[in-house]
C-alpha cells in the first residue's frame, strides 16, 4: 500500500471515530482543543471498540476520562473496551490525574463468553485499586445496568442524567433518576448531557487531583451581602451539595473559603436520623482520602440509630485532615463527642455565642441537678408541663452555655456568627501543615 493510500486510509478512520456523537461530549468535556485520545483504532470483533478514551485539560487540569459510545454495538462491553478503560485507569495512577468515566450501555457483549466476565471484573478491580488514589467521577448519561452499574457507583461522585438509568437489575427496573437520587446512589442530578457534563467539569475545578496535592485554591467571588449563614461562610458561587435528596438530617457540599477548597457537614435536624449520618460518614472519608479540611457545623441533640453513629463517629475519628467544627446551635451528648469533640478529634472547635452545649438534654441535666427541687416545683405547679419547660429553659440558659463549655476546655472560642468566615479562614491557614502519624494497619472495621 502506497503511503497516499495509507495517509488516506487513517484520515477515513479518525472521521469515522469522530463523527460518533460520544466524540462530541468528550470535546464538550475537555477545554478548548484536541485532546489525546487513547487505542482509537482497537477494534471489537469487525467494528472499534465501543468506547471512546482520551486525556485532555479540564479547566486548566489534566484529567483522564472514557466514555462509552452507544452507538457501536450499544455500547456493549467487550474485552477490546476493558482493555481501553484499564488503560486510563494505569494512566491516572501513574501521572496523579482525575479520571470521569461516561457512562451509556446495553450491558455486555454475550457472544465473548467467560472473556466478559474477566473484563469487567479487571475493570471492577482497577477502579477499586484507584480509589482514594484519584478524584472519580462517574457521568451516566443513559443505560448503565447490571455490574457496569456496579462499576459506576463504585466512583466517588455519580452524576446521573434526566435520562440515565442506572441499576444493577438486567431489566432496567428501578432504575429511574429520581429514584436513584432518593436513594442516595446519585450526588448530582442534570436535566441533560450538557448539564451533566458541566457539573462534572465544575467538580474538576475544586477538587485536588490526586491524595498528594493540596486542596485546590482557585478565584472565587465574595459572599453576597445576601448570604445566608451557610452561603456567608463560602465564597461566591462555590457551593455543592452532594447527595441533596438523601439523609436530608445532615448536608454534605463542597466548597471554597478564600479560594481553599473545604468539605463542608452541616447537621439540618434536631435528630440526626441513619440515612443522614452515613451520607455524612462518607463525605469525611471521601474528603479526608484527599486531604480536604473537614468543616462541621454541628446544631443537633441526638443521633436516631446507633449503627450509624458508630460509623460517622468512625469516620470523623480516623480522618486526619484538618478538621474544625463549629457548634452554630445545640450539641448534646454523642452529637457533640462524634462531632466537635474528642471523638471528633477535632483541631479545633468554635461555638457561636448563644449556642448550648451538655453531656445531656437540657431536660435530663435538669433533672439530675436540680434533683428534688425539680419534682418538688413541679408538683406544686398549676401546669406542670409548662412549669417543667420553664425549669429546663432555665437551667439550659444559666448552665449549658458556650461560655461553660469554654471555661471547661471543651470550647477553643466563642465567637459571633458574622465572625465565622474570619475565623475557619484563620484555621485552615493555620492547619495547612497539619500531619498525622496513624497507627500501622490496613483500616479500621467500624465503617461497614
Known amino acids: 500500500m502506497s503511503l497516499e493510500a ?21 470535546t464538550q468535556l475537555f477545554d478548548e482543543g484536541a485532546f489525546t485520545e487513547i487505542d482509537a483504532f482497537a477494534k471489537s470483533t469487525s467494528d472499534y471498540a465501543e468506547v471512546v478514551a482520551g486525556r485532555g485539560n479540564v479547566e486548566g487540569v489534566g484529567v483522564f476520562a472514557f466514555a462509552q459510545n452507544s452507538e457501536r454495538s450499544g455500547g456493549a462491553m467487550s474485552k477490546a473496551q476493558a482493555a481501553k478503560i484499564k488503560k486510563v485507569y494505569e494512566l491516572a495512577l501513574k501521572t496523579g490525574s482525575p479520571v ?31 480509589s482514594g488514589v484519584v478524584p472519580q467521577i462517574s457521568v451516566v448519561l443513559g443505560n448503565c445496568y ?17 435520562n440515565a438509568k442506572l441499576t444493577l437489575n438486567t ?38 487531583s490526586n491524595n498528594l496535592e493540596y486542596a485546590g485554591t482557585s478565584e472565587f467571588d465574595e459572599p453576597s451581602a445576601q448570604a445566608d449563614a451557610l452561603e456567608a ?12 435528596e438523601y439523609g436530608k438530617s445532615m448536608k454534605t457540599i463542597l466548597a ?20 443522614g449520618a452515613s451520607k455524612a460518614a462518607r463525605f469525611v472519608r471521601f474528603c479526608d482520602a484527599f486531604g480536604v479540611p473537614i468543616i462541621t457545623l454541628v446544631d443537633s441533640e441526638r443521633f436516631s440509630c446507633i449503627k450509624s453513629a458508630a460509623k460517622l463517629s468512625s469516620a470523623y475519628s480516623e480522618a486526619t ?17 462524634a462531632l466537635a469533640g474528642t471523638g471528633a478529634a477535632a483541631d479545633i472547635t468554635y461555638a457561636w455565642v448563644d449556642a448550648s452545649v451538655s453531656a445531656l438534654t437540657p431536660e435530663a441535666a435538669a433533672v439530675i441537678a436540680l434533683g428534688d427541687d425539680f419534682g418538688g416545683k413541679l408538683k406544686g405547679a398549676a401546669d406542670p408541663k409548662a412549669e417543667r419547660a420553664k425549669l429546663t429553659a432555665q437551667y439550659k440558659d444559666e448552665n449549658l452555655t458556650a461560655m461553660k463549655a469554654a471555661e471547661d476546655g471543651y470550647i477553643d472560642e466563642i465567637i459571633l456568627p458574622e465572625e465565622t468566615r474570619a475565623k475557619l479562614t484563620s484555621a485552615i491557614d493555620m492547619l495547612s501543615d497539619k500531619r498525622v502519624s496513624t497507627l500501622p494497619k490496613k483500616h479500621n472495621n467500624l465503617y461497614i
Open 321 to 337: 485532615a484538618p478538621k474544625i467544627s463549629v457548634i452554630t446551635g445545640n450539641a448534646y451528648g454523642a452529637v457533640y463527642i
Open 100 to 130: 470521569i468515566a461516561i457512562y451509556d450501555s446495553i450491558g455486555g457483549r454475550i457472544d465473548e463468553g467467560s472473556e466478559l466476565l474477566s473484563a469487567y471484573g479487571d475493570v471492577l478491580k482497577y477502579s477499586s485499586n484507584l
Open 146 to 162: 447490571g455490574t457496569q452499574a456496579l462499576i459506576a457507583v463504585n466512583s466517588d461522585i455519580v452524576i446521573l442524567s434526566e
Open 6 to 26: 495509507k495517509t488516506t486510509e487513517l484520515e477515513t478512520a479518525r472521521e469515522n471515530i469522530a463523527s460518533s456523537t460520544v466524540y462530541k461530549v468528550l
Open 233 to 244: 461562610i463560602a465564597d461566591g458561587n462555590s457551593i455543592i451539595e452532594l447527595q441533596p
Open 256 to 275: 471554597a473559603i478564600e479560594g481553599t477548597t473545604v468539605g463542608i457537614v452541616k447537621s439540618e435536624a434536631r435528630v440526626i436520623d441513619s440515612k
Open 171 to 208: 431489566d432496567g427496573s428501578e432504575a429511574d433518576t429520581k429514584t436513584n437520587a432518593e436513594h442516595g446512589i446519585a450526588h448530582l442530578t442534570a436535566k441533560n448531557t450538557a448539564e451533566a457534563i458541566e457539573k462534572a467539569r465544575r467538580l474538576i475545578s475544586i477538587l485536588p
